[in-house]
């Protein structure tokens, strides 16, 4: 079984890295500052914005946001928690049917 690859974002520009656990990545509604987290920071469960599930504690998974978003609300919560599947297929999946 071979290694999986990272997939990069729609432009195909490979992503910009920020520091170990962090990096943009351009999609079609803007840039984005992008946070791979461990799970063992995590305090509380968040819901995943791309399947509408909770990301349990502990577990891995990605924080994203807009970086126009940070520069407009500062102090704001504008950061997303995602499963990284979910950030992964964020580009390619359907509106969510309610």
Known sequence: MSPRKHR???SGEPPVAMGNN???EEHPDGLYRVRSLTGSS???PYRCPGCDQIIPLATPHIVAWLEEDEALQAGADFRRHWHKACWT???TRRPNQR
């Open 42 to 44: 995590s305090s509380k």
């Open 8 to 10: 990069r974002a729609e």
């Open 22 to 24: 962090e990096w943009t």
């Open 89 to 91: 297929k964020k580009n």
